[in-house]
């Protein structure tokens, strides 16, 4: 079964920057929609950014102009760097998607998980 997973978080200051990494065990992540979603202690879980099948991309407002996601040359890979990052960042981050080749960030059923990665930002 191909699985998702998620590395590059950790303790960052803030205005300062991270890259996650989203890379699926056993295939490539070419075609297929891939969003990123986090959730801080007590919150739900949001999508912060989106890449479609078809190289896509959509961001909420709260991370727009700070945050990129782009799916690296080799397919294999999506990544979210995250620039000036902020107090209100911090969360457990993950990527998901449902498979579906071609797939709009609009129609995403996440039902697909990774183990999620852990960024902090903190003084």
């Known amino acids: 079964q191909v699985q998702l997973v998620e590395s590059g978080g950790g303790l960052v200051q803030p205005g300062g920057s991270l890259r996650l990494s989203c890379a699926a065990s056993?295939?490539?992540?070419?075609?297929?929609?891939i969003g990123w979603f986090r959730q801080a202690p007590g919150k739900e879980r949001i999508q912060v950014a989106c890449?479609?099948?078809?190289?896509?991309?959509s961001y909420t407002h709260d991370v727009k102009g700070r945050f990129t996601v782009s799916r690296d040359n080799d397919k294999t890979t999506v990544t979210l760097r995250m620039n000036n990052l902020k107090s209100e960042d911090t969360a457990a981050y993950y990527c998901?998607?449902?498979?579906?080749?071609?797939?709009?960030?609009?129609?995403?059923?996440?039902?697909?998980w990774g183990q999620g990665t852990q960024v902090t930002v903190s003084a």
């Open positions: 890449i479609s099948g078809g190289d896509y991309t």
């Open positions: 056993g295939d490539t992540l070419d075609r297929y929609a």
């Open positions: 998901a998607t449902d498979w579906v080749v071609g797939g709009l960030c609009t129609y995403l059923r996440a039902n697909y």
